[in-house]
């Protein structure tokens, strides 16, 4: 499968950004979305998108383990017909990165989660609904019917499992992912400082801080309670789940401390569709979930918002690739550029996932701020195959990089 190559040119062409919006003409890599979302977010809604727990110290190794190895170039190389289509779990997607489920999304963009998933099919790149996200999931998957998985935070309740799984297949699902790292709520001090709570509690500082935004509450919030009333946690069982302002968010949520891999078993037994396993960290965890029936496993620390301490996924690759089995070996947390997703994909991984990013690219521009950025990621990967001499993804290996 052929990508097209983008324009060539010698840097940014004067009028080559001239179709994009205003608020887009700047952003320029994926990084710069970041401090364009800060300008538009309420400072409590920034915070928790921006936030890990804790003292930061695997959110800021996640970013810096792709710094620890450098690459080695092969030159006078054809590359002109190069490609990054890639298969993954029997689906060919145009690009070897996709986007990670994030809960709250319709909180960043209005209809968020429809706006990811709208921009993921258009550029036939898989997109992941969180379990904590604030739209049916009926509703993302008619948006994104070849593109859409779905990600599950499940308790251990059997009859809980079998009324969610029902749901998801019925919704046209083709993909579960179950999310295995949140035992328990993390220590989200940032969430704290800056002012968001879960539940989300009205106060006058949080209506000030919505007030200095009229942006986002003119476009966001107020379409949202225009349109669609309280946002709902509406996928976290078989119907839908309570408002973000109830007390029983952290009960819906609960019980995940029971979860084991009996419950695994179960839900093999049950999903009649392709089982990835998301938060694993350990090579011995990968092989377990291979041995569970598994179709694919996603390396993740949950983008440092769980247990601070937890080593970068990228530096349990090489061990997780020779546990893999037959199963497809994907990873996300702490990718911002092209050359991230060549590094992770020349030490093993089938795919990689994008998270943060892409939330602050639909708060800045909804889908079409989606799909920018998806072309930004996809246009540097393109460029970054001409430059390391490489053809095919499939060529890429660790003989392309140099730890440093």
């Not at 804790?54 to 190895?69: G, H, S, W």
């Not at 998801?168 to 949140?182: I, M, N, S």
């Amino acid at each position: 499968m052929t990508t097209p190559p983008p324009r060539q040119q010698l840097g940014p062409a004067p009028n080559a950004r001239r179709h994009l919006p205003p608020a887009l003409r700047g952003i320029l890599s994926l990084g710069d979305f970041e401090p364009a979302a800060r300008r538009i977010l309420p400072r409590p809604i920034f915070g928790y998108l921006q936030g890990g727990v804790e003292d930061n110290v695997t959110l800021q190794a996640n970013v810096a383990a792709f710094r620890k190895c450098m690459f080695r170039t092969n030159v006078l190389v054809d590359v002109s017909a190069r490609e990054q289509g890639r298969e993954l779990l029997g689906q060919v997607y145009r690009t070897p990165f996709g986007i990670a489920p994030m809960g709250l999304c319709a909180m960043f963009a209005f209809d968020g989660d429809v706006a990811m998933a709208g921009a993921a099919e258009a550029a036939g790149i898989p997109y992941v609904l969180s379990g904590a996200s604030l739209t049916r999931m009926e509703r993302v998957a008619q948006a994104a019917p070849t593109s859409a998985w779905f990600q599950a935070y499940i308790p251990g309740e059997p009859a809980h499992i079998e009324g969610l799984i029902q749901r998801v297949e019925k919704a046209g699902f083709r993909t579960l992912v179950v999310t295995v790292d949140t035992a328990t709520l993390a220590n989200r001090e940032n969430n704290v400082r800056v002012g968001f709570s879960t539940p989300l509690r009205p106060s006058l500082r949080l209506a000030w801080d919505g007030l200095l935004r009229p942006r986002w509450l003119l476009r966001t919030l107020g379409r949202t309670l225009a349109r669609h009333g309280m946002p709902h946690f509406e996928n976290a069982g078989s119907g839908r789940g309570v408002p973000i302002i109830s007390s029983s968010v952290v009960r819906q949520f609960g019980l995940r401390d029971h979860l084991s891999w009996e419950h695994l078993a179960l839900i093999r037994r049950q999903w009649r569709g392709k089982l990835v396993v998301k938060g694993i960290i350990s090579a011995t965890d990968v092989m377990r979930a291979e041995q569970a029936g598994a179709d694919g496993v996603i390396l993740s620390n949950h983008g440092g918002r769980q247990l601070d301490g937890t080593v970068p996924p990228l530096l349990v690759l090489p061990d997780a690739v020779k546990a893999k089995g037959r199963m497809a070996l994907m990873l996300d947390s702490g990718i911002r550029r092209g050359t991230d997703v060549l590094k992770a994909l020349a030490q093993g991984a089938d795919f990689v996932f994008v998270g943060r990013p892409m939330a602050y690219a639909a708060a800045v521009g909804g889908q079409q701020g989606v799909a920018h950025a998806i072309d930004l990621l996809r246009d540097e990967i393109h460029r970054d195959m001409a430059l390391l001499g490489v053809r095919r993804l499939a060529d890429l290996g660790r003989e392309h990089l140099v730890p440093v």
